[in-house]
């Protein structure tokens, strides 16, 4: 399994970003995928998930509003659409594969998921 992210970089306060996550080695429509970040000094923390066919998605409260997720499945790719980016953003962001399949409810939780890809950058400056 493997999950490559993708589309991060240095940003102004305001902007928009996509970020991607190509997925490969393993049934990628059958799965729950989700978004995480972690900001230096900090824990991981959820930011976005989606449901394996798409019709269910959750944002974290802090990111309510500006981002969205999103998913092609002919594509094997989850994608993350940040608008109106904030200083507080700046972290790495990591895409997730959920460890079990055809879950219907998403979970926010670190242990919900078993693969992880290698992150991206995204750095916000004010």
């Known amino acids: 399994v493997q999950l490559q992210a993708s589309g991060g970089g240095l940003v102004q306060a305001g902007d928009s970003l996509r970020l991607s996550c190509a997925a490969s080695?393993?049934?990628?429509?059958?799965?729950?995928m989700a978004w995480f970040r972690q900001a230096p000094g900090k824990e991981r923390e959820f930011v976005a998930a989606?449901?394996?066919?798409?019709?269910?998605?959750y944002c974290a409260d802090s990111v309510k509003g500006r981002f969205t997720i999103s998913r092609d499945n002919a594509k094997n790719t989850l994608y993350l659409e940040m608008k109106s980016l904030k200083p507080e953003d700046t972290a790495v962001y990591y895409c997730?594969?959920?460890?079990?399949?055809?879950?219907?409810?998403?979970?926010?939780?670190?242990?919900?998921?078993?693969?992880w890809g290698q992150g991206t950058l995204v750095t916000v400056s004010s």
């Open positions: 997730a594969a959920d460890r079990r399949k055809w879950v219907m409810i998403v979970s926010t939780d670190t242990d919900a998921y078993e693969y």
């Open positions: 080695g393993y049934t990628f429509s059958s799965y729950n």
């Open positions: 989606i449901s394996w066919r798409g019709g269910s998605a």
